[in-house]
């Protein structure tokens, strides 16, 4: 009998060996198909919660669950969902499938005669959905219910595509069915509050052409004013009783626009327009400005600008020069100019109509580079910032930027500076009683009273250290922040490092550090705040929820907090993972929050502020069972400088400690806090991925680097190599086969170590600065910025010009040691690199070819620092892998890195085929 029951057991367990299905490695393959949740969404009741699971490609699907996870339903091919306010409805768009486009593209359809999106209205109740063919745009009320409003052409228009723009516009109520139908919609607007709407219609035989404003409660139209000209800008105020636009009734070549106002209880008027003297010389009101009302409704904000002179007809354009001039004084450069020539074109200055007056005032000039309303527009006074008497000195100081302050009286538009060349850039609190401000010149938060013109500095170092801790760059620090103001402007919140304090903003009382422990325990403790409205102050008789960050187990938990006293913050929630910042249900106790950790998918979870409960929602991602994943643990060693340093190394699943395994090393600056991130798998554009990496047998270790000033390349050095000599002691790594991979300042960085020593086996560089020389008077061509800031002030951390320090450059520069180079290098540069300049990667992989350095370049034409379509992201993490590949496991070389790929095979043959 008991040899019976043994045999017994062996079967039973052989049986589950067999069910149980072998785990594999993942692929390029299977990470297009990982999902991500892209969109979360609430249900205001708390009834509700839905979510969007998107693989990189593929089609999304969007769920709806109820909070205990007992009911879900699922919506594939959609996107863009919303609930009515009410929750009784969800509203989401539905696209066609990813294959049947891909197949209509192969036989060459035109776009217009692909298939047109879907709106989709779901009946949360009776679980019932109705479907709205070819959809152009939808609109959901933010804070009432009853109607939806979108824009849909017939299914029978074969064109599906309006040839001015114009398309029908449908309200329908979701309840009842009703659907109120309008001819030729240009722009469309729901008032945010009440059910109000406003439109511009072209008209057709039996409708006016004009702008239009609809009671929905009482199903009462009425036509603003009657018009076929252009009609720009319409607004209306929160509630919907008052609306304004641009309109140009002239009937002239040249446009000449007016602005109009209408009340509900009043008719339409012109409000500002060219006559009087309100408006600057050479000036007009601007089609691109935008309208927007004071909170109270009094005051109508637009925009003006300079009329921009006429062309010369009579050259023809042959005859007219193309050139740029640069002049040594001008404010910005001529590629900052150009890179942002078709913004400043539409560039508007603010101006302002006082209804109750009648009256226009210009309040910004050319002079301001930023304004800001103060009381959402109800002050007396708005706030103007210029950094333009300083603009010459940023091209290579880079920020913070040094600016001017200014006060601008709204009913006279006169300006008053109040404060010089300060190193800020103010904000201003709720309330509207004062601007606020982080000085980075002497770490201190300062206010301005605006009543009484009085300035006050809040904090100082010696108390609270409000600038960034560990800035080891030649610039002035950061500031941690602030967690807002409380209501009535009563008290500013702000960070430090770990805690947050209470700043009296007339220095009435000192500063009070709320939070008790945070420096202690090494929490970065963080406020939370639930749908906040914009610009509101937090009322502090509300218990709040922080975020905290525990430094030294890199493990998240969220705590209850009274901002009325000093405390030690009450944990609600804590395990050994990261924390997402929740959201919560607008009218109910209901939180929807993600925990995460390398091997644990970041689901969404629902509780209520208590976290007595927590249900899983979401499972987007079963397949990762299937898979040989890994685990992540934190390394400790001490850099050739003497520093205890802190890193990340990720081990795959079933590590042998007995075994020897190929390591890549990657790193960017110092990334160990983030030792509990899920890494989402992806196919990624500029960086290795690190769960296929795991999966397929390798070891990834991300070291911590410090800086020190003037030595970047050797500060990298000095702390990376202590630490791959370290995991190789431990007799795990195969000292023969490790590789390192970085991209930009990572690509830099493992370039240098290229030059300093010969333990990898093979590099991967991308975008990587190799010439400081070249690059220092270089370009950012996406911004158009000068790179000299760069390296005297932030990343590149030299400290010093060309001219101070000439040796650090060059030092620096991997390029002229690129003789002492030993390892195979794999370089990925664009064409089109806007950080970076191209020149870079050309002169590194030109470099090593003299030299005769086995040497590759991949080029991703017109892709910007990395690429961005996923068909080249794919690509490149193809190539990365058969590169380590061939290296670190010996594994043969495929084609493309044995013959390359001629030019004239391009887009043909991908060279993956490996060369036996």
């Not at 299905?21 to 609430?42: G, M, Q, S, V």
């Not at 003297?277 to 009302?293: A, M, Q, T, V």
């Not at 991967?764 to 790179?787: D, K, Q, T």
């Not at 003789?819 to 540069?829: A, F, G, N, Q």
Request: proline residues 5%.
């Amino acid at each position: 009998m008991k040899r019976y029951w043994s045999l017994l057991i062996l079967l039973i367990i052989s049986v589950n060996l067999i069910a149980q299905p072998e785990k594999r490695n993942l692929t390029f393959d299977d990470i297009l198909k990982w999902n991500r949740i892209t969109e979360k969404h609430l249900s205001n009741n708390g009834q509700y919660i839905a979510w969007k699971e998107e693989p990189w490609k593929g089609d999304a699907t969007i769920k709806i669950s109820t909070p205990d996870a007992n009911k879900t339903v699922s919506f594939n091919f959609a996107t863009k969902g919303q609930f009515t306010s009410d929750s009784k409805f969800f509203v989401f768009t539905e696209v066609a499938p990813a294959d049947s486009i891909k197949t209509l593209k192969l036989q060459k359809v035109k776009k217009e005669d692909l298939p047109g999106n879907k709106l989709v209205i779901y009946n949360l109740k009776n679980s019932t959905s109705e479907a709205i063919e070819n959809v152009k745009s939808i609109k959901v009320p933010e804070e009432w219910s009853g109607w939806i409003a979108y824009q849909a052409v017939s299914v029978n228009d074969s064109s599906k595509k309006s040839e001015n723009e114009t398309y029908p516009l449908f309200i329908k109520n979701p309840e009842t069915g009703a659907v109120k139908s309008f001819p030729a919609v240009s722009h469309y607007i729901l008032a945010k509050d009440q059910p109000f709407l406003s439109f511009v219609s072209a008209g057709d035989s039996s409708f006016s052409a004009g702008v239009y404003h609809i009671d929905l409660m009482t199903d009462k139209a009425s036509i603003i004013l009657e018009t076929a000209e252009k009609v720009k800008q319409l607004t209306v105020t929160d509630n919907g009783e008052q609306v304004a636009f641009l309109a140009d009734t002239s009937g002239a070549e040249e446009p000449c626009y007016a602005l109009y106002y209408r009340n509900m209880e009043n008719s339409t008027n012109i409000v500002a327009d060219h006559s009087g003297n309100w408006l600057p010389d050479n000036y007009e009101i601007s089609e691109n400005g935008k309208l927007s009302f004071s909170d109270n409704g009094t005051r109508l904000f637009f925009g003006t600008a300079p009329i921009l002179p006429e062309k010369d007809t009579t050259r023809l354009d042959e005859e007219v020069p193309v050139l740029d001039v640069w002049h040594w004084k001008e404010e910005r450069l001529q590629t900052v100019q150009l890179n942002n020539k078709d913004k400043d074109l539409k560039r508007t200055r603010l101006a302002v109509v006082h209804l109750d007056q009648q009256k226009a005032v210009q309040l910004e000039t050319e002079h301001f580079t930023q304004i800001r309303k103060i009381k959402k527009g109800d002050a007396d006074k708005i706030l103007a910032i210029s950094n333009r008497p300083y603009a010459v000195q940023s091209m290579w100081e880079g920020g913070p930027y040094h600016n001017d302050f200014f006060l601008i009286d709204i009913h006279s538009g006169k300006a008053e500076k109040i404060k010089t060349d300060c190193r800020a850039t103010p904000s201003v609190s709720p309330d509207g009683k004062f601007l606020y401000w982080f000085n980075a010149i002497d770490t201190t938060w300062n206010t301005y009273e605006i009543a009484s013109g009085k300035e006050y500095t809040l904090t100082s170092p010696c108390l609270i250290q409000a600038a960034d801790e560990l800035n080891d760059r030649p610039m002035l620090p950061g500031a941690y922040g602030s967690a807002g103001w409380l209501k009535n402007d009563e008290a500013l919140l702000i960070y430090d490092r770990y805690d947050i304090w209470k700043v009296d903003p007339v220095n009435g009382t000192a500063p009070i550090r709320l939070t008790q422990n945070g420096r202690e325990k090494k929490i970065n403790y963080r406020l939370v705040r639930f749908n906040p409205e914009p610009e509101s102050g937090i009322d502090p008789e509300e218990t709040v929820l922080l975020h905290g960050h525990n430094e030294i187990t890199r493990a998240d938990a969220y705590y209850s907090f009274d901002l009325r006293k000093t405390q030690i913050p009450e944990t609600v929630y804590a395990e050994n993972y990261k924390l997402s910042r929740p959201i919560k249900a607008k009218n109910k106790d209901l939180i929807v929050f993600t925990k995460e950790d390398f091997e644990t998918y970041p689901n969404l979870i629902a509780t209520n502020l208590h976290f007595k409960k927590a249900v899983q929602i979401s499972d987007a991602a079963p397949q990762q069972k299937d898979f040989l994943w890994g685990s992540a643990e934190l390394v400790s060693w001490q850099s050739l400088d003497g520093l205890i340093l802190e890193g990340t190394l990720h081990k795959p699943e079933g590590f042998d400690p007995s075994k020897k395994y190929p390591m890549i090393v990657n790193f960017y600056e110092k990334s160990s806090q983030n030792l509990l991130s899920y890494r989402m798998p992806e196919n990624h554009r500029s960086t290795i991925d690190y769960h296929y990496y795991t999966s397929n047998g390798y070891i990834v270790f991300n070291p911590d680097v410090y800086y020190k000033e003037g030595y970047p390349g050797e500060s990298a050095f000095n702390c990376v190599m202590p630490g791959v000599t370290l995991l190789i002691s431990k007799g795990f790594v195969d000292e023969t086969h490790i590789g390192a991979q970085g991209h930009s300042w990572g690509g830099y960085q493992v370039a240098y170590l290229a030059t300093r020593t010969n333990m990898f086996a093979a590099i991967e560089s991308g975008a990587p600065v190799v010439n400081m020389f070249s690059a220092y008077g270089g370009i950012r061509w996406g911004s158009g910025l000068n790179r000299s800031f760069q390296y005297e002030h932030t990343q590149s951390r030299i400290g010093k010009t060309i001219w101070e320090a000439p040796l650090r450059y060059m030092e620096n520069s991997p390029l002229f040691t690129l003789d002492k180079v030993s390892t195979p290098i794999l370089i990925m540069h664009n064409d089109d690199d806007g950080a970076v300049p191209w020149y870079q990667g050309i002169e590194f992989f030109i470099g090593l070819r003299r030299l005769q350095k086995p040497c590759w370049l991949l080029n991703y034409n017109e892709a910007d620092h990395w690429p961005t379509r996923l068909a080249d992201k794919h690509d490149f993490q193809i190539r990365l892998a058969q590169f380590f590949d061939h290296y670190l496991k010996e594994k043969p070389m495929p084609k493309w890195m044995d013959e390359g790929l001629p030019a004239v095979k391009k887009g043909i043959d991908f060279g993956y085929d490996l060369v036996e």
